[in-house]
């Protein structure tokens, strides 16, 4: 199984203000049953934070799962790495 949505997804929000330092990533991984998990990590940057993943049927949902999290997190404050 080819993935073929532009993964992954790194994304940070820093607002020294508040004292913010955080990160977020979202990655599209293959199942050994040709299933598809969102893997989605976060945390303070400069930690290894906390992972959750979310295995779909197909690529298709896991795509738009991927999508609607970046976007969630952009809504918040979030920027590409590197953005």
Same mark, same amino acid.
């Given at each position: 199984?080819?993935? =073929?949505?532009? =993964?992954?997804?790194?994304?940070?929000?820093?607002?020294?203000?508040?004292?913010?330092? +955080?990160?977020?990533?979202?990655?599209?991984?293959? $199942?050994?049953?040709?299933?598809?998990?969102?893997? +989605? $990590?976060?945390?303070?940057? &400069? =930690?290894?934070? #906390? =992972?959750?993943?979310? $295995?779909?049927?197909?690529?298709? #949902?896991?795509?738009?799962?991927? +999508?609607?999290?970046? $976007? #969630?997190?952009? +809504?918040?404050?979030?920027?590409?790495?590197? &953005?």
């Amino acid at each position: 199984m080819e993935l =073929t949505a532009a =993964t992954p997804v790194h994304l940070i929000h820093v607002d020294p203000d508040v004292n913010m330092a +955080r990160f977020y990533g979202i990655e599209l991984q293959p $199942t050994l049953f040709g299933e598809v998990s969102v893997l +989605r $990590t976060w945390g303070r940057i &400069g =930690t290894t934070g #906390q =992972t959750m993943r979310v $295995t779909y049927d197909d690529e298709a #949902q896991a795509s738009e799962a991927l +999508r609607k999290l970046e $976007t #969630q997190k952009l +809504r918040r404050g979030y920027v590409p790495v590197g &953005g």
